[in-house]
């Protein structure tokens, strides 16, 4: 059984820095992607960034671009977000998805994921 979790979270001020952690266990594939997705109460769930299995080429989203940074270590199964400058707008819950693929790709589509974490809250206060 896949296992996703996040940690890191917690709360900061506007312009601090935060690193969020995903760490997934019992996945037997050798090859997978990962995603960091948020969502808001009442907000539909928003893609943040992917990383594909070789940490090449990261995408990120508009808002988070130039300010956060996905970083990944396949063989140890863990996934870190750097969250620099934050900002008020920023205040979500931040969940990490999982994509087993041979493909050096990572989709921004949140169907496209097979396993999910419970999410940890990031309250960014001016």
């Known amino acids: 059984q896949v296992h996703v979790e996040e940690s890191g979270g917690g709360d900061v001020q506007a312009g601090e820095s935060l690193t969020l952690s995903c760490r997934v266990d019992?996945?037997?594939?050798?090859?997978?992607?990962m995603a960091w997705f948020r969502q808001a109460p009442g907000k539909e769930r928003e893609w943040v960034g992917c990383i594909g299995w070789s940490g090449n080429n990261p995408s990120y989203a508009a808002p988070v671009k130039g300010r956060f940074t996905i970083s990944i270590d396949v063989a140890e199964f863990v996934a870190d977000m750097r969250l620099n400058s934050l900002k008020p707008a920023d205040t979500d819950m931040y969940y990490c998805?999982?994509?087993?693929?041979?493909?050096?790709?990572?989709?921004?589509?949140?169907?496209?994921?097979?396993?999910w974490g419970r999410g940890t809250q990031v309250p960014v206060s001016s």
């Open positions: 019992g996945l037997r594939n050798t090859y997978y992607n």
């Open positions: 998805a999982v994509k087993p693929s041979s493909y050096d790709w990572c989709p921004s589509d949140e169907y496209e994921y097979n396993y």
